[in-house]
């Protein structure tokens, strides 16, 4: 049983056991009166006490008499009554405090589950703290040493690319992830063509056979300008980071480039994606038309 049902039981035991004695009470109660009026009977009794009065205070006694014996059984069965209750009432006295026992001790066994997890959460946190400043530290010397790759081929390729932006043969190159193609960039690069502007786009440049890589160095070594189309899969994919940090490279080197487009991102998307690239100012697919769009770009692209 659980702890609530034995508690209730030793409350209603215990108010039986009360009504008993309180019964028992009222029978010695009467027991007393009974044996008192006996008393009084026999005292009034005298030597000049008539023989019809006798035997009507002898008839009395025996009545009394037989009320105090009918009282005896009742208490005698109360008592019996009472007993027993105070046994259940023992047992159960016996039961609860089992039952609080082996809670006392699930309790204790939970808490010391509670700890024993907490304390294990903590050693992986602690653990994957660690593993986090280990990565971040590889990280940040894997970002010096390019950094110093590419100050040292920045250095050494700045003349030719300087070179090689007197001799540009595309005015646009279109950065952005293959999924957007259908939806913007291959009807803003017909468009663009549409109004003049020579675009490199890898649709309308690249043959069967071009190296990817090679093909997408010279495209952005030989645009004058260089479109970056901002959306949630640009900002996910390794190879536009490619192309975005080639452009970043360009401007490092004083030559304005990058033309961005907000396609279907937030400005927190952009500064989570590049910081520096939320500050320019830049054409959204949300309020511009493709049209429209390429009508802007145009215009500084071939400075209408």
């Known amino acids: 049983m659980s702890i609530s049902t034995i508690s209730n039981s030793i409350t209603n035991i215990q108010k039986e056991i009360s009504d008993l004695h309180y019964k028992m009470s009222l029978e010695t109660k009467k027991e007393v009166d009974c044996n008192n009026r006996i008393g009084q009977i026999e005292r009034s009794i005298t030597k000049n006490t008539s023989l019809s009065t006798l035997n009507s205070k002898n008839a009395e006694i025996q009545r009394k008499q037989s009320e105090i014996s009918k009282i005896q059984i009742k208490k005698a069965d109360l008592y019996k009554k009472i007993s027993d209750k105070d046994g259940k009432l023992l047992k159960l006295k016996q039961d609860l405090a089992k039952e609080e026992e ?3 001790k699930k309790q204790i066994a939970n808490e010391e589950k509670k700890r024993k997890k907490l304390l294990d959460l903590e050693k992986r946190q602690q653990k994957e703290q660690l593993a986090f400043q280990k990565q971040l530290q590889l990280e940040i010397q894997n970002t010096n040493n390019i950094s110093v790759v590419i100050n040292h081929k920045n250095e050494n390729s700045k003349t030719a690319i300087n070179k ?6 595309y005015d646009l190159f279109i950065s952005h992830a293959s999924e957007d193609k259908d939806e913007i960039v291959r009807p803003l690069a017909e468009e663009l063509q549409k109004l003049g502007v020579k675009v490199w786009y890898d649709e309308f440049t690249l043959k069967v056979g ?22 949630s899969t640009f900002c996910s994919k390794s190879w536009t980071q490619y192309e975005f940090d080639s452009m970043i490279t360009r401007e490092m080197n004083g030559h304005k480039m990058i033309l961005p487009i907000w396609h279907k991102v937030t400005k927190n998307d952009v500064i989570n994606f590049s910081p520096a690239l939320a500050d320019k100012v830049a054409l959204n697919t949300s309020l511009n038309s493709i049209e429209e769009i390429a009508k802007q770009l145009s215009e500084v692209i071939l400075e209408v």
């Open 102 to 104: 082996q809670e006392r």
């Open 164 to 169: 090689s932006i007197l001799s540009i043969e």
């Open 210 to 231: 071009d190296s990817l890589r090679k093909s997408i160095d010279h495209g952005l070594l030989k645009s004058k300008y260089g479109t970056v189309i901002l959306s």
